[in-house]
């Protein structure tokens, strides 16, 4: 039986928990799997093959979590498009391939309520080029943005994106790829009054359907990018002015096997495939 590594952290040694229900279907088709926290993995001849799946604290130590992995061989999604997925310039990249994305500005923290409110947006939406789970992501209105404590935010550089009011009602919309394959799909909601649809933060998820043009322009951005991957979330927000991509999830994305009856047994499969073809 060969063994597969799900990687994680220390603060979820034992794994999130949506990555426990693709147990039994690995399970089923003679799969192993290993929980290994991100900051303790080491090269070992007994891992077959090494999945990021929870390291959700890496955006913090992004250096130290990528030099982990490179040590890690063979690790998937591969590094070098782990490395394009970890800074979020790459949405501009995609634009640059006619991806509708929200427009985005980078501006250094410090300059950040100047160029913000040069933008002429009304209310704009402040997040890290690095971040994870909705880390010290700010909305806030121009006029009021010289009221807010942004040196309290970390150095860095930053994207400046117009508030797209779509997301209150109609949240985000996220299908789930396996190996370029549709999978299923989920819409993720923000809590009454706020806006980031994260369950850490309030929000709530359930399963949907979405449109075949939707699974369609979620295909052009895998497409657009250096590999589909292995595994992928393209995460939306639909507009009257159409959807807009949010983000392309490639490091460790929830996958909410929760919210397809065959999800798990998707991507078990995956990754069974990804076995044969190392073999």
Not at 109 to 136: C, M, N, Q, W, Y
Not at 238 to 259: D, S, Y
Request: aromatic share 10%; glycine share 6%; hydrophobic share 45%.
């Amino acid at each position: 039986m060969p063994t597969v590594a799900f990687l994680t952290d220390r603060e979820r040694p034992a794994g999130a928990p949506d990555d426990l229900l693709a147990l039994p279907a690995l399970r089923h088709r003679a799969i192993d799997v290993r929980f290994v926290p991100w900051e303790d993995a080491a090269p070992s001849a007994e891992i077959a093959a090494w999945f990021v799946r929870s390291p959700w604290n890496y955006a913090s130590q992004k250096v130290e979590f990528l030099a982990h992995l490179d040590r890690l061989r063979p690790l998937f999604n591969p590094l070098p498009l782990l490395l394009w997925n970890a800074d979020k310039r790459y949405l501009l990249e995609l634009a640059e391939a006619e991806i509708d994305i929200i427009p985005s500005v980078v501006v250094p923290r410090d300059h950040l309520a100047e160029v913000a409110t040069a933008t002429g947006f009304e209310t704009v939406v402040i997040k890290p080029l690095v971040s994870a789970g909705g880390a010290h992501t700010l909305r806030v209105s121009t006029d009021g943005l010289r009221q807010v404590r942004l040196s309290s935010l970390p150095e860095g550089d930053y994207f400046v994106q117009p508030f797209l009011d779509d997301v209150v009602y109609g949240g985000e919309l996220s299908c789930v790829f396996f190996d370029g394959v549709y999978s299923h799909a989920v819409r993720k909601y923000p809590p009454r009054g706020g806006f980031l649809v994260h369950e850490e933060h309030g929000g709530r998820t359930e399963p949907t359907v979405p449109s075949e043009a939707l699974v369609e322009a979620s295909l052009e951005v895998l497409h657009a990018a250096p590999d589909v991957g292995r595994y992928a979330r393209v995460d939306w927000i639909e507009t009257e002015r159409g959807p807009k991509l949010v983000e392309l999830e490639l490091i460790e994305p929830e996958l909410f096997f929760r919210a397809h009856p065959h999800a798990a047994a998707r991507f078990a499969d995956m990754v069974v495939n990804t076995l044969r073809e190392r073999a």
